[in-house]
């Protein structure tokens, strides 16, 4: 169902184009969407693809759209925001980026304080995203309800109240992609060590990963249970958990998941000054 929302994109790069592909045509027409980016191939690309209109400057457009995303690097951020400050009116601004608060973007965009700040991640380019979203006090009912309808065209939305969490989001969902595809990895080598060819590897741990997951959404058990039942005692899983355990594999992820949660707020303490 599509509504008529004026959306345009401050950055487009990977991870608006995973939102563009969702929103293109299915949440509102190709050309409702418009795309700002200093990279004329970035703008280029998303143009051929989608459908959208696109320009290398902040432009008019910005005055007429009903929301804005900024999907810049955090370390883009207050630069990209500074040339909106003449177009800011009562759009609704949404934020994808790591770390960048929202008292700070509210500053830079004098007061405005229409502000919801999201931590989506990358399955959203088939729909498959998960957003966690926090948003700040002067954001109207229907604005909560277009931000939680831009999200939802590529996947769940999470709701919080405390925009500390977002940086705990950020650690597990945001750059949670990054861990699963590093674990699949580390199988694939592992099949290729033992004698499986390239292909063999792929399919088999891929596919282990697929269906596990979708064995967990679907399962009423807790997830240790859906584990045991893979255990048999003194059998092959056990070897293989009782090495992970000996190798602290499981407080690792921890411990990174923490550091990532860390970088978030140290990138919105760094990128965030005046
Ligand atoms: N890649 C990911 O998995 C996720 C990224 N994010 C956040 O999304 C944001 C964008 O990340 P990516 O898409 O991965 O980065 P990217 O580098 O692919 O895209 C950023 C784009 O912004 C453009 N840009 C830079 N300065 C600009 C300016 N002043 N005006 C207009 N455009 C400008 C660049 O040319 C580039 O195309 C980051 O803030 C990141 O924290 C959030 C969730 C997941
Ligand atoms: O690595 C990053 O900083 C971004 C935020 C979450 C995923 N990618």
């Given at each position: ?7 345009t994109?401050v950055?487009g790069?990977?991870?608006?184009a ?7 045509d ?10 700002i ?6 703008l280029?690309?998303?143009?051929r693809?989608?459908?959208v209109?696109?320009?290398?400057q ?8 009903d ?9 883009q ?6 040339q909106l ?7 609704l601004?949404?934020s994808i980026?790591?770390g ?6 509210s500053?830079?965009?004098g ?8 931590m989506?991640?990358?399955?959203a ?9 926090v ?11 277009a931000?939680d309808?831009?999200m939802?065209?590529v ?12 940086d705990?989001v ?8 990054a ?11 592992a099949?290729q ?14 596919s ?19 584990r ?24 690792s992820?921890?411990t990174?998941?923490?550091?990532a949660?860390a ?11 005046d």
């Open positions: 169902m599509q509504n008529n929302l004026k959306i994109f950055g790069g990977n991870m608006a995973a939102l563009i592909g969702g929103l293109a299915k949440l509102t027409a190709a050309n409702n969407i418009h795309v980016d200093i990279n004329a191939d970035a280029q690309k998303l143009q693809q989608f459908g209109t696109t320009s290398e902040i432009d008019a457009s910005v005055a007429a759209s929301v804005i995303v900024l999907a810049v690097k955090p370390q951020m207050k630069a990209a925001v500074a400050l003449p177009y800011i009116k009562a759009q601004v949404l980026a790591a960048i608060r929202a008292i700070d973007l500053r830079w965009l007061g405005h304080n229409a502000i919801v700040r999201t989506p991640n990358t399955p380019l088939i729909g498959k995203g998960v957003t966690g979203m948003a700040s006090n002067g954001v109207s009912k229907e604005q909560h309800a931000a309808a831009i939802r065209a996947g769940e939305t999470v709701w919080l109240d405390d925009e500390k969490l977002i705990s950020t650690a597990v969902s945001g750059s949670g992609p861990y699963v595809f590093y674990f699949i990895e580390a199988m694939q080598q099949a060590e033992m004698g499986l060819t390239v292909e063999q590897g792929n399919t088999l741990a891929i282990t990963f697929v269906g596990a997951a979708q064995l967990a959404a679907q399962s009423t058990d807790p997830i240790a249970v859906l045991e039942r893979v255990t048999s005692k003194g059998g092959t899983t056990y070897a293989a958990l009782t090495s992970m355990d000996d190798n602290r594999v499981k407080q992820i921890i990174a998941m923490k550091a949660a970088r978030g707020q140290a990138l919105g303490e760094e990128f965030g000054q």
